[in-house]
């Protein structure tokens, strides 16, 4: 059984800084691409960032580009979203993904983490 468990969310100031991680069990990640989503209130899912394995292939969503930076650590299973300048806008649910496309795409053997918050005060 393949689980995600994200963690790293909470409450910051616009302007501070959050890293969520996310470490992966039951599923070797170093094969597979490996992104985030959100979801805000009232709002779409989002695609915001993803990582091939090998890290070549790298996409951001246009409103976190220069802010938010994913990577990867297949040696600890283990993805990262490091988020700096954080904006009220920012807020919502993340969540961790692999087998993913990249640009963020989902298929049905997608597997997803249980989301965490971020909350950015004005």
């Known amino acids: 059984q393949v689980q995600m468990v994200e963690s790293g969310g909470g409450l910051v100031q616009a302007g501070g800084s959050l890293k969520l991680s996310c470490i992966v069990s039951?599923?070797?990640?170093?094969?597979?691409?490996v992104g985030w989503f959100r979801q805000a209130p009232g709002k779409e899912r989002e695609g915001v960032a993803c990582?091939?394995?090998?890290?070549?292939?790298?996409y951001y969503v246009d409103s976190v580009k220069g802010r938010f930076a994913i990577s990867r650590d297949n040696a600890k299973n283990a993805l990262y979203l490091q988020m700096n300048y954080l904006k009220p806008e920012d807020t919502a649910i993340y969540y961790c993904?692999?087998?993913?496309?990249?640009?963020?795409?989902?298929?049905?053997?997608?597997?997803w983490g249980q989301g965490t918050q971020v909350t950015v005060s004005s």
């Open positions: 993904t692999t087998r993913i496309g990249c640009p963020p795409r989902v298929f049905s053997e997608t597997h």
């Open positions: 039951g599923l070797p990640i170093g094969d597979y691409n």
């Open positions: 990582m091939s394995p090998s890290g070549v292939i790298l």
